[in-house]
């Protein structure tokens, strides 16, 4: 990284936090500590009606402090960098752990695990927006929205967002590790109206790299277009029948299956995938795997919040189950190793076919796309899913009309061994990436 | 001078005569005709227990000051986690570039601080008990839910405790200040027989010191609940799938009403025309049976405030009387701008947050049938006595609530318990579906809590059981 003189201060700057934290766990006796520290700066303008309605100025910090004294853990965080304040959050975690039990699972990631060289992924592209520019971008945005159809009415508005954040992390393992990064997105919702009844939609783009955002025109046209598309919605009679799960609700479906195979659920044995290493769950053309170095890219990281390096791996292969996603805990709880996984995951890809978004709906011929899901209906123990739904009525191939007021049900794990097709139609906005998902059959609740 | 100002501002260089000079360094900027600065101290704990042993605690604190300028329609905001002069001047000035020109708006005086800290006590939970006794209360509920029922295979409870201290100045000449502590216990257990497993959790919580979790054994309960309701989804059919009568319990089932109505009612919603309430104030939205309110004036609960976060007192508000739409809930802003006062209702997550229009204790008043009436009424339907939380559409009114327990209902008798299955509606319509309206109202245990545009608020519900003529149910079962 060429790093900038200002870049290599503010990283030396927060280094140095967590060096004085690591020193003041020593000096209370404790027998590892780890510290994060975190900075985020930025700006945020939302438009309504052509108008700057809200103009925020961010900037937030944190220091947290776990300590472990003969296996027993305590964790404590403040906002305030001072010597002092540090000292005192230190000080605060030692008392904690002389209260809570020995865990002989507890403690650091393995010395051998960390990421003793990290790679630069790109991940920092200040953009330095004003807030005068912000709000012409998000002007133009809603602007293209309002015009974007007649039956648009009424606006929720359009907002810019930009932030730049400094990430660091240091154990007593000796790691020390940081990098800048930023994320700046522009979103636009507007409300449409026909026969007395609205309908709310929007559209968002998101990047590390602002020159990367999606033209702000063409995210207003999107919103508009998404909003009238749900008008004059109707309701479905109970059902059983076909659901493509459009990608955004897609990576939500793919989101389930990671917290089902996440080391926390399963050592719980809150999870309806226990024991699931080696076994078949989804059809034997699926392929999952996690990709945390794509450069520049929003769930990129070069290690995770334990310092663990960050790699590239299979998690399911041939619709069987590869790898658990594991922090270092959870891994020694189950007798495996860390995956590099506290925190979450980074950038999971779902390889998908060569059918596009409307070859999907010609496969599934007749049925439910679903594009909006709603609630927590999910019990992650036994996979039961209820959740109330809206998207659009397909037959013969084509989208027929919008429904709403509807619930799909079923359970996950009937959900993933029957997925007929994976479109192409990645959406690259998330850290999960998934096309579109056809699932063979699900109940539908409606009239 | 008060307790709170001088847990505020006790440490800092900041003095009340600041607090009138920045208001006036703000409303200096031509066109700015409201302003105001939020300070807070927080301090939270949060101690969690698993495999029987008490594995982490955590402590954290959260202060800083927020300053917004408001121009119009328009809001400015900046804020600081320091307290200081040289942070609230540049918070000051940054905010009030919201406006380029205008007419110069005067700044009210300040004045003195009176504080009524009448509806909970100004402790800090923290100190309520020793950490020793905290790992103690943690265990002995682990203890007691693998006590009650040999089919419980793992436990996990927490324990959250927290006091904040704010005070609010504002340009209007409001100048107030509230210590709010909050607790809550949480209990998730997991139980397994024949190869079936299955998860209940039960908890509660106010706004008191940590002793309320040994009074009438509450603690106890919560564990105790938590297994009834996961034994009971081991013997769970399949839910019923399609429109049908739904009896809902008393108390958290009032989910329903938070959804439904209460988000659609919020005054920001209302003013910009995005609700499907809009414009509805003296319509018919519910049966004559339904009278909704929201209540921040109830004692202990963890939905009540003194004061709401722009330092108006607490009041409570009839949403709807009778069936018939009264009012909306409203902050400042939006209650200026629709020719309202501000109902008490202007909450913010933190000093790094806007305030805006959000929902205190909601429940709906108690009607004139027996619950066991409303049952036997019922031929076939579907009793919902427990929920995983809501979501809603403001705009088109669609709102679904997961039920977590549930039972079937088979001429007039309640008969086997369901899986758990998501109910859809329509806000506007539900309320006119309501034919009978139990005599028992209850509030929640105390853990809800409501997210609105990223901000996350502890609010309360509460209802009578209620009967649904028709409302659809997302089983699996035809």
């Known amino acids: 990284m060429s790093d900038s003189k200002q870049i290599k201060k503010k990283r030396n700057e927060l280094e140095s936090h967590i060096e004085l934290a690591l020193k003041a766990a020593r000096k209370y006796g404790a027998d590892a500590a780890e510290i994060s520290v975190a900075e985020d700066k930025g700006l945020s303008v939302t438009v309504r009606n052509g108008e700057i309605e809200t103009l925020e100025n961010h900037f937030d910090k944190g220091l947290a402090i776990t300590v472990f004294n003969k296996q027993c853990k305590g964790s404590s965080s403040t906002s305030d960098f001072s010597e002092k304040a540090i000292r005192q959050a230190v000080k605060t975690a030692t008392d904690i752990a002389s209260f809570t039990a020995q865990d002989e699972f507890s403690g650091l990631a393995e010395y051998d695990e960390l990421a003793w060289d990290y790679p630069d992924l790109n991940l920092y592209y200040p953009w330095g927006v004003s807030a005068e520019e912000a709000t012409e971008i998000a002007i133009q945005c809603e602007t293209a929205a309002l015009k974007g159809d007649k039956r648009i009415v009424n606006s929720e508005g359009a907002s810019i967002s930009s932030f730049e954040s400094f990430r660091a992390y240091g154990n007593s393992h000796g790691f020390i590790g940081s990098y800048p990064a930023s994320s700046h997105s522009l979103s636009c919702a507007v409300i449409g109206k026909e026969n007395d009844a609205m309908q709310r939609d929007y559209w968002y783009t998101a990047a590390r790299d602002n020159n990367l955002l999606e033209d702000a025109k063409r995210v207003g046209k999107k919103a508009a277009k998404r909003t009238v598309a749900r008008l004059n919605a109707k309701k479905l009679s109970t059902s059983k029948l076909p659901i493509l799960f459009s990608p955004e609700m897609a990576s939500g479906l793919i989101g389930h299956f990671v917290v089902a195979v996440s080391g926390s659920s399963l050592y719980r044995k809150s999870s309806f995938l226990l024991d699931s290493l080696g076994e078949k769950i989804f059809p034997d053309w699926m392929h999952i795997y996690e990709q945390p170095h794509i450069v520049s890219g929003l769930g990129s990281a070069p290690f995770d919040s334990e310092g663990v390096k960050t790699r590239s791996r299979n998690i399911v292969s041939h619709g069987v189950i590869d790898s658990y996603i594991l922090n270092s805990y959870a891994a020694r709880k189950l007798k495996l190793t860390t995956t590099g996984n506290a925190g979450g995951v980074h950038n999971l890809c779902v390889e998908t076919g060569n059918l596009n978004f409307n070859a999907m709906l010609k496969l599934m011929d007749k049925g439910l796309l679903v594009t909006e899901l709603m609630g927590q209906g999910i019990n992650m123990v036994t996979g039961d899913y209820s959740r109330g739904a809206a998207g659009f009525w397909v037959e013969n191939g084509k989208i027929q009309y919008p429904v709403e007021e509807i619930t799909i049900a079923g359970n996950l794990k009937d959900m993933f061994s029957n997925i007929v097709a994976i479109g192409n139609d990645i959406d690259t906005r998330l850290t999960t990436r998934t096309g579109s998902i056809l699932v063979e059959e699900m109940m539908i609740a409606g009239e | ?478």
């Open chain 2, 1 to 478: 001078m008060a307790k709170t100002k001088s847990t505020i501002l006790s440490s800092t260089d900041v003095s009340e005569i600041e607090l009138a000079k920045t208001l006036a360094r703000v409303m200096s900027q031509g066109g700015v005709d409201a302003a105001d600065l939020y300070f807070q101290k927080s301090h939270s704990e949060f101690w969690s227990l698993e495999d029987s042993i008490v594995k982490h605690g955590d402590f954290n604190i959260e202060q800083g000051v927020g300053v917004r300028a408001i121009s119009g329609e328009k809001t400015g905001f900046a804020y600081s986690d320091e307290i200081s002069i040289k942070a609230l001047k540049s918070a000051a000035n940054a905010a009030r570039a919201i406006s380029r020109q205008g007419q110069k708006h005067s700044v009210n005086a300040l004045p003195k601080m009176h504080e009524s800290f009448h509806l909970y006590d100004a402790v800090d939970p923290i100190d309520t008990f020793s950490a020793e006794e905290k790992v103690k209360l943690l265990e002995s509920v682990d203890i007691e839910a693998r006590r009650i029922d040999s089919r419980v295979t793992q436990v996990m409870v927490s324990l959250a405790g927290e006091r904040s201290a704010i005070l609010v100045a504002a340009a209007d000449g409001t100048l107030a200040s509230d210590v709010r502590p909050l607790v809550r216990l949480s209990v998730s257990v997991i139980v397994e027989a024949n190869g079936r497993r299955e998860q209940g959790g039960a908890g509660g919580g106010a706004r008191v010191g940590y002793g309320y979790f040994l009074e009438e054994e509450r603690a106890l309960e919560y564990a105790r609940e938590a297994v009834r309701q996961a034994v009971l989804k081991l013997d769970a059919v399949d839910a019923p799938a399609g429109a049908m009568t739904v009896v809902l319990g008393a108390g958290w089932p009032g989910v329903l009403l938070h959804e439904a109505v209460g988000h659609g009612l919020e005054g920001d919603f209302n003013r910009k025309g995005s609700s499907a309430f809009s414009g509805r104030v003296g319509e018919r939205i519910a049966t004559s049976e339904c009278t909704v309110v929201d209540d921040g004036t109830l004692a202990n609960r963890r939905g009540s405030l003194n004061v709401d976060d722009e330092g108006t007192p607490t009041q409570c508000t009839t949403l709807i009387e009778n069936g018939i739409l009264k009012g909306y809930l409203q902050d400042k802003l939006n209650g200026r701008l629709m020719g309202e006062a501000s109902t008490g209702n202007g909450r913010r997550e933190s000093y790094a947050h806007l305030p805006m229009p959000r929902m205190t204790n909601t429940y709906m008043l108690p009607g004139k049938y027996e619950h066991d009436e409303i049952i036997a009424s019922v031929d076939r339907g579907l009793y919902a006595v427990n929920f995983a939380g809501g979501q809603v559409d403001i705009t088109s009114g669609k709102f679904v609530f997961s039920a977590s327990e549930a039972y079937l209902i088979e001429n007039g008798k309640i008969t086997s318990p369901v899986r758990g299955a998501t109910l859809i509606g329509n806000g506007p319509d539900v309320l006119t579906k309501v034919s009978m309206v139990g005599n028992n109202l209850k509030l929640d245990e105390g853990v809800g809590t409501c997210g609105k545009e990223g901000q996350s608020v502890p609010v309360g519900v509460g209802q009578p059981s209620l009967k649904i003529d028709e409302l659809t149910v997302g089983g699996t079962s035809v």
